[in-house]
């Protein structure tokens, strides 16, 4: 081991070797906490007395053989091949016979008949050796020799202290020694050298580290390690043996994390065990009480007196293991924890628990102690390990520890014998599973309805629970436990907003629940700060539902949060015009959710904002958080809500003309119960758009008007949600039945809701194909405009398609022309393989392309896409919050820079920003 701030003490003793070759014997005690190099100091005095000549002799003490009287005295005559004569000398003088007549405890001073005799001759032999070489007694760990052997070592350096023979011993620091009598009666003969060994300074842990990384890494990471080793050299090389380790075999100068692994694991333990067995109990009782660590504690908790553990606890702190009664780092702890015998954990960590929980320690601390201990039964707990680990549940819920959590949760549980109180924990445990293991929260449904039964869930309790049947399509269970038509009353007003948008979630996707004569009662009067999501998708959104639904978003924390309020808000914002912040909700939630460990949020957001692609017509987004909505959520953790990724999944594959995986989509099935929900129709109306696809127009037709059935049956016939009859039309256009088809549409048109910006463009678009060449674009034109202003970029696409198709007829080929190529980059944006398709035969128009677009600003950039895109300068202006002239200027120099005449020659690939707009509003 290398020798670091160790100059002086080598000093000393190559003075007393030049003090030795002049005939004057001299003596050198080590002395130090453990492990910090005392035997290493000992070995580079006895290399250095090897090389300037001297006849080396060397022994250490051990614990096991302290009881073995002249152990020590022996090992160390033993140790040197000496000459036949004095080999027979030694023997003959530590015989059996003479060393059983040695007993008692060492005295200094009076020393028995029989050790003077072996004393005596000994030192004789020591003398004959001298007459050959100066000599080097060296005795490592010389607070464990036998008591005979400390006499006569000290009868030997009394009778040869003027003789070529040095004295070199280490000894442990302690409050009291062993050997206090040998130390004081050593050190004050003449010629005695004491060295005090010391953890290493900053410094000389950087230089330790310099030898071992290099020069600029060991600057970097001295300080760290000497905090976490107290500069200790043995903990000091185990740890950069770990960081290699981790290094995998090259240094990381940009690591500033020391290596902590099996290396000081091992070095923890090797400190410990060779020390005294009350420094290991001291270290035992520090790592079990943790921060709760103190002299009187450890002393409790050991069952014996302060001062037993006191000392220990010096001598551990000086060896750098502790500081203010905690070890220097994690790992250290856990290698004296895994130490424990297993026949002693369960009651040490119990007796511990017991201790900190009388100190008020934290609850997490405490039950971490109960979770070793594990009692099984009411009987092997008592009343406040329950309450304490319920709150130390709640504190790793809120450090997304979901394992800690359930773990806290089901140990409470089991040693709960408060009927209540064990439904209350039931009631936690199934949250806490449902954010964390979707799947496993299943197995508590049934405990839950049981005391639901025997009238011991609260009534929020009982509302999850019903939130957790009905997600698993178990609707008439969940109407026996929850009323959901039932008025809110008292609950604070932000929890009566969550209340309210978990009710309007609940009766959009479950209306079954409100329908008389289905589930129970009908729905009753209800609370006058309702929030009808049926209203939103009507487009009559008042400020009072969306300013409910932000305040929601913004104080959502998604560990308490109840996920279908979170929905209900992201879905009243989606169709109250403000798409756009919607999807920021969805993908801020969900990147939280999936830092966090939430698979059901993440899943479901993902679900969520899928919807909105494809509402969108962003196909290629859609399938794919469809795809991640399915992958991040089993089918069993989904529930019937499976039904919303299933059916975007299936719309946008159809769109996009991926008909063989929409096939297997319809093959895998749907959850038994999705009839019963809002979603079942539409999923119908997407797998009829598959069949209308593949010309299966029978089939396609059934579930068409399947879906207008049932959503007729709910009181749910809202365009929005499903525009079910405009898919008949559509139906009806291609088998050729033009006035069944208008019918439908005009029918569409005069619908409530069917104002929806979105509605009213792709009703007017289907409408323009029946109605005369001449005034076909027009009508194509004003629905091109409402689908602008709802962001409906695939819709958009197809009208542009149908506007080229009625300018060809009308032998308009040159806007013919530009309206095809703005179909085509719309249909490319779109990933819509079928528009592609429909577009291809089509001559491509070579004008005006985006070769020049680089040159624009971003002002400029902006005022042509929207110019791009049909708007006029007035519609820019008020857009974009600029006066009309300063778009007339940013046309002009547009113009200048592209090298066009006219708004159509701009190339339409500018026109495809226009949709992200975030500001989406429109007149109702």
């Known amino acids: 081991m290398q020798l670091i701030e160790r100059a002086e003490a080598l000093a000393n003793f190559h003075s007393l070797i030049e003090k030795a070759r002049r005939g004057v014997g001299g003596v050198m005690v080590i002395t130090g906490p453990g492990a910090m190099g005392k035997s290493a100091l000992l070995q580079a005095c006895a290399n250095d007395a090897a090389a300037a000549g001297f006849f080396l002799m060397k022994s250490a003490g051990s614990r096991a053989e302290r009881m073995f009287p002249l152990g020590t005295l022996g090992q160390l005559f033993r140790s040197a091949e000496l000459p036949q004569e004095l080999t027979d000398e030694v023997e003959q003088t530590l015989v059996p016979e003479p060393v059983n007549g040695i007993s008692g405890v060492p005295d200094p001073v009076v020393l028995g008949q029989n050790l003077t005799h072996v004393a005596a001759r000994l030192c004789g032999v020591l003398v004959e050796l001298t007459k050959r070489q100066p000599i080097l007694l060296a005795v490592d760990d010389v607070h464990y020799a036998d008591g005979p052997s400390l006499q006569a070592l000290l009868y030997i350096q009394r009778r040869m202290a003027n003789a070529p023979l040095l004295l070199a011993v280490t000894s442990l620091s302690q409050r009291r020694s062993v050997n206090s009598l040998f130390s004081a009666e050593l050190t004050r003969q003449p010629n005695c050298v004491q060295v005090r060994v010391t953890g290493l300074s900053q410094g000389g842990v950087e230089e330790l580290l310099r030898d071992a990384v290099g020069a600029e890494p060991a600057v970097r990471l001295a300080p760290e390690y000497h905090r976490l080793s107290g500069g200790n050299p043995l903990l000091l090389h185990a740890m950069v043996q770990d960081y290699w380790d981790v290094a995998q075999g090259g240094w990381s100068p940009e690591g500033c994390q020391p290596g902590v692994g099996r290396h000081l694991h091992q070095a923890v333990l090797s400190c410990l065990h060779r020390w005294d067995p009350r420094v290991l109990d001291a270290a035992r009782g520090v790592a079990l009480l943790g921060r709760s660590a103190s002299t009187g504690s450890v002393a409790q908790l050991l069952g014996v007196k302060p001062a037993y553990v006191l000392p220990a606890l010096e001598a551990l702190d000086w060896a750098g293991l502790l500081r203010a009664n905690q070890f220097r780092h994690p790992t250290m702890r856990k290698a004296v924890l895994r130490d424990l015998s297993p026949d002693r954990q369960s009651v040490m960590h119990m007796r511990a628990a017991r201790i900190m929980y009388q100190l008020g320690a934290e609850a997490g601390d405490i039950a971490e102690h109960l979770l070793t201990a594990s009692p099984a039964t009411p009987a092997e707990g008592e009343p406040w390990m329950v309450a304490v680990l319920r709150e130390a549940a709640q504190a790793a819920l809120v450090h997304d520890d979901p394992d800690r959590t359930i773990s806290c949760l089901e140990l409470a549980r089991r040693i709960c014998d408060d009927e209540p109180a064990r439904a209350a924990i039931l009631t936690e445990l199934a949250r806490a599973n449902w954010c964390h293991r979707p799947a496993a929260a299943l197995r508590f449904l049934a405990p839950l309805e049981d005391a639901f039964g025997r009238g011991r869930l609260a009534d929020a309790d009982a509302r999850a629970l019903s939130r957790y049947l009905l997600w698993h399509g178990r609707i008439r269970r969940a109407s026996r436990v929850y009323d959901w038509t039932a008025p809110s009353r008292d609950t604070p007003p932000r929890g009566k907003d969550r209340l309210c948008l978990t009710r309007e979630w609940v009766r959009l996707i479950f209306p079954s629940l409100f329908v008389e004569g289905e589930a129970g009662e009908p729905a009753g009067g209800g609370d006058a700060r309702e929030f009808a999501l049926r209203n939103v998708l009507l487009g009559k959104a008042e400020e009072d539902v969306v300013g409910a639904a932000q305040e929601l978003l913004e104080s959502c924390n998604l560990a308490e949060a109840e996920l279908e309020a979170v929905v209900g808000a992201l879905f009243t914002l989606a169709h109250a015009g403000r798409r756009q912040e919607a999807v920021r909700w969805c993908e801020s939630l969900g990147t939280e959710g999936a830092a966090r460990g939430f698979p059901r949020w993440t899943a479901a957001l993902a679900g969520i904002r899928s919807w909105l692609a494809v509402q969108n017509g962003e196909l290629g987004d ?222 491509e128009d070579s004008g005006g392309g985006m070769g020049e677009v680089a040159a624009l600003s971003d002002a400029e950039r902006r005022v042509a896409s929207l110019a791009a895109f049909g708007y006029t300068n007035r519609e820019i202006s008020q857009r974009l919050f600029i006066t009309v002239s300063t778009v007339e200027q940013h046309l002009t120099r547009v113009y200048r820079k592209l090298n066009v005449k006219r708004r159509a020659d701009l190339p339409t690939e500018l026109s495809l920003g226009v949709r992200d707009s975030s500001k989406e509003t429109y007149p109702v």
């Open 622 to 843: 859609a399938r794919r958080y469809a795809r991640q909505a399915l992958s991040g959520m089993s089918r069993t953790g989904w529930g019937v809500v499976l039904g919303l990724p299933l059916t975007v999944l299936l719309r946008a594959t159809v769109a996009m003309g991926d008909l063989d995986e929409a096939a297997e989509i319809i093959k895998r099935g749907i959850p038994d119960d999705l009839p019963h929900t809002t979603l079942w129709p539409l999923f119908l109306q997407a797998r009829g758009e598959y069949y209308l696809a593949t010309d299966r127009t029978r089939a396609a037709l059934s579930d068409f008007h399947e879906c207008g059935e049932l959503l007729r049956a709910w009181d749910l016939d809202i365009p929005a949600l499903a525009d079910w009859r405009c898919a008949v039309a559509r139906m009806y256009l291609r088998i050729g039945a033009v006035e069944e088809a208008r019918q439908k549409i005009t029918e569409q048109l005069s619908m409530p809701g069917g104002t929806h910006p979105r509605v009213r463009g792709r009703a007017l678009r289907l409408l323009a194909s029946v109605t005369e060449l001449r005034q076909r674009p027009a009508r194509l034109q004003e629905a091109m405009s409402l689908l602008q202003r709802s962001g409906d970029l695939l819709e958009l696409g197809w009208a542009y398609a149908d506007l080229s198709d009625a300018y060809q007829e009308l032998g308009d080929i040159t806007r013919a022309r530009l309206m095809a190529r703005r179909a085509k980059q719309i249909a490319k944006a779109c990933e819509a393989g079928p528009l592609s398709a429909r577009l291809q035969p089509r001559e």
